[in-house]
């Protein structure tokens, strides 16, 4: 079987869960959300909620970056 670049043989990870915060208020998500999206941003990749994500739907789609929302 090929190995994937950060596949781990140990079995389990020792990281911490990384959280999902929103950048625009700041919501947190503790897995992954079908409904949230993301953004990169001057080479920073940034989630944001479904609310924000819904109330700023035209700027998202204009391809706004987030700071003229």
């Known amino acids: 079987m ?3 670049s950060g596949d781990s043989d140990d079995g389990g990870s ?3 869960p990384q ?3 929103c950048a625009r208020c700041g919501t947190r998500a503790e897995a992954p ?3 949230w999206t993301f953004s990169v941003e001057n ?3 940034q989630h944001f909620c479904a609310t924000c994500s819904r109330e700023n739907l035209r ?3 204009g391809r706004l ?3 003229w929302w």
């Open 2 to 4: 090929a190995s994937h």
């Open 14 to 16: 020792t990281a911490e």
């Open 19 to 21: 959280f999902l915060v």
């Open 33 to 35: 959300q079908p409904t």
């Open 59 to 61: 700027a998202i789609e």
């Open 43 to 45: 080479g920073v990749r």
């Open 65 to 67: 970056d987030s700071e």
